[in-house]
Structures are given as C-alpha cells and as structure tokens.
C-alpha cells in the first residue's frame, strides 16, 4: 500500500469511493463525497493533509483534514479530520488506520498542534483521541460527548483553549 498527497487528477475517483464507503452507513447523510468536494474549494483546504491509500494502482481510501478554530477567549487554529472512507471491500485491513497515522504525522509536521473529530469512541482513542470535553471545547452541534474527540499534536496544545469549535461553512453546520 501506498499513502500519498491526493492530486487534481485523484478528485473524481476519491469522490466515488467516499460516496461508495458512506453509502450503506446509518449515521450518514450520504453527502460526505459532496462535503470533500466543497472543502476542496474553501480556503481552509489543505492539499498536504489530503491523502490517499493506493492498492495495485487503484485508490482504495482517502483522508481530508482541513481548518477549524475553537472559539473561545480568544481563537486557536486546529484542524478537523474528516471524512476518513475506505472502499467498502476494502474496510477492516488497516487502511483507514494507516492513513489516520500518516495524517496525523504530516500535520504536525506542517506545524498543527492539535486535531479534532466527530467519529467512534471505541475507534478513535487507538490514535491516542481523548474526549473534547477534557479540556472544555465542545462542538458546535448537538454530539454525544464520548463522539467529539481531539487530540493534542503538541504537549498542551489544547491547554487553556476552552471554547466552541467554528467549523468552515462548507460543512453546512451553525
């Protein structure tokens, strides 16, 4: 397996595939492939932390993370990661796991401090995700509090950062 930056040329096929690993999920809108399409074209896209696993010459996952910020006494960047797709066939390999790792790792080495998700609490903590309410930021929409999930990328990123995360408004949310 291969895991590298998304290009131009990527665009069409990781939209199907997210389509395609959203489509048969309960707790989905079945918009996630039209929610990387509008984040593409926002300014808190980051082409960098837009990766794709590549099996035998065929996409096989994808990951997007892109700018948020955690309003509170005053703004802190962070980065949002979502949606993590794996082709349905392809789902309980380790892909989505690797890519979440690689991603995690080009994020803080682009200089992000922290990331944060809404996803499974029994998934996520395995890439060392805590629950948000730790350190008092809480989501800007109606989650279960084990859901809403961040993780420091640097020691106390999220220290003193209380707040109500501002996602873009390519993700349609208040």
């Given at each position: 397996?291969?895991?590298?930056?998304?290009?131009?040329?990527?665009?069409?096929?990781?939209?199907?595939?997210?389509?395609?690993?959203?489509?048969?999920?309960?707790?989905?809108?079945?918009?996630?492939?039209?929610?990387?399409?509008?984040?593409?074209?926002?300014?808190?896209?980051?082409?960098?932390?837009?990766?794709?696993?590549?099996?035998?010459?065929?996409?096989?996952?994808?990951?997007?993370?892109?700018?948020?910020?955690?309003?509170?006494?005053?703004?802190?960047?962070?980065?949002?990661?979502?949606?993590?797709?794996?082709?349905?066939?392809?789902?309980?390999?380790?892909?989505?796991?690797?890519?979440?790792?690689?991603?995690?790792?080009?994020?803080?080495?682009?200089?992000?401090?922290?990331?944060?998700?809404?996803?499974?609490?029994?998934?996520?903590?395995?890439?060392?995700?805590?629950?948000?309410?730790?350190w008092d930021i809480r989501c800007a929409f109606e989650v279960p509090d084990d859901a809403f999930m961040a993780i420091e990328l640097k020691i106390d990123a999220l220290k003193g950062k209380s707040?109500?995360?501002?996602?873009?408004?390519?993700?349609?949310?208040?």
């Open positions: 397996m291969i895991i590298r930056q998304e290009t131009e040329k990527d665009y069409r096929e990781t939209e199907k595939l997210t389509e395609e690993a959203f489509r048969n999920l309960e707790i989905s809108d079945h918009n996630e492939h039209l929610l990387v399409q509008r984040l593409r074209q926002s300014k808190d896209f980051i082409p960098e932390l837009s990766l794709v696993a590549e099996m035998d010459n065929k996409i096989v996952g994808h990951i997007l993370f892109s700018k948020i910020t955690i309003e509170g006494e005053k703004e802190t960047e962070s980065l949002c990661l979502a949606p993590v797709s794996v082709l349905p066939e392809y789902q309980n390999q380790g892909i989505g796991s690797e890519l979440i790792k690689e991603g995690l790792l080009k994020a803080e080495d682009l200089g992000f401090e922290s990331v944060l998700l809404v996803g499974h609490s029994t998934y996520y903590p395995r890439f060392g995700f805590e629950r948000a309410s730790k707040g109500t995360v501002k996602y873009p408004p390519e993700f349609g949310l208040p």
